[in-house]
């Protein structure tokens, strides 16, 4: 993508394999790990564990999203005991504040809805309470609020979509 220039449309594909090294780059950049409710940089063989059992898991998803060939963010969804499925997002430090997290999770959203594991189940999104940016951008895309709580011990927004 060349700055100043509007990116192409972010489009979606699965993980594969060979995604672990650039999902691992992405969740240690400072301020991924700023946002998150475990701020502390994630080990190679953590994240190696974390991440195959995600791709093999029939109940989750990590979608990466591109503009054009450049990757820019991924979305993980995650469907838990109750039918509910959490997501999140993260968009690369290197293409924040271009409106692609927006597109990101348009596409998941999209996505979700011709997927029969997750179409026509509730969403939730848990959002660090100082995450002005993110909690904007789930409220912007049909989110809502549903209650402040304490995430892994840091507080949260839980933000909820009941119709992808």
């Known amino acids: 993508m060349t700055p100043g220039r509007r990116p192409e449309p972010v489009t979606l594909r699965p993980a594969t394999a060979d995604d672990g090294d650039l999902l691992l780059g992405w969740a240690n950049e400072p301020s991924t790990r700023a946002a998150s409710f475990r701020p502390e940089r994630i080990g190679?063989?953590?994240?190696?564990?974390?991440f195959l059992e995600r791709l093999a898991s029939p109940s989750a998803r990590l979608?990466?999203?591109?503009?054009?060939?450049?990757?820019?963010?991924?979305?993980?969804?995650?469907?838990?005991?109750?039918?509910?499925?959490?997501?999140?997002?993260?968009?690369a430090d290197a293409v924040r504040g271009r409106g692609l997290g927006r597109e990101l999770l348009?596409?998941?959203?999209?996505?979700?809805?011709?997927?029969?594991?997750?179409?026509?189940?509730?969403?939730?999104?848990?959002?660090?309470?100082?995450?002005?940016v993110s909690i904007?951008?789930?409220?912007?895309?049909?989110?809502?609020?549903?209650?402040?709580?304490l995430c892994h011990g840091i507080p949260c927004i839980v933000l909820e979509h009941s119709e992808p």
């Open 44 to 50: 190679a063989d953590a994240h190696r564990r974390w």
């Open 63 to 91: 979608l990466i999203g591109s503009a054009g060939t450049t990757p820019v963010g991924v979305l993980r969804l995650e469907r838990d005991a109750d039918g509910s499925v959490e997501i999140g997002i993260s968009v």
């Open 106 to 132: 348009s596409a998941g959203l999209a996505s979700i809805r011709g997927d029969p594991a997750f179409a026509g189940r509730t969403l939730i999104a848990r959002v660090r309470a100082d995450n002005d």
């Open 136 to 149: 904007h951008l789930f409220l912007g895309a049909g989110f809502e609020a549903r209650e402040q709580s």
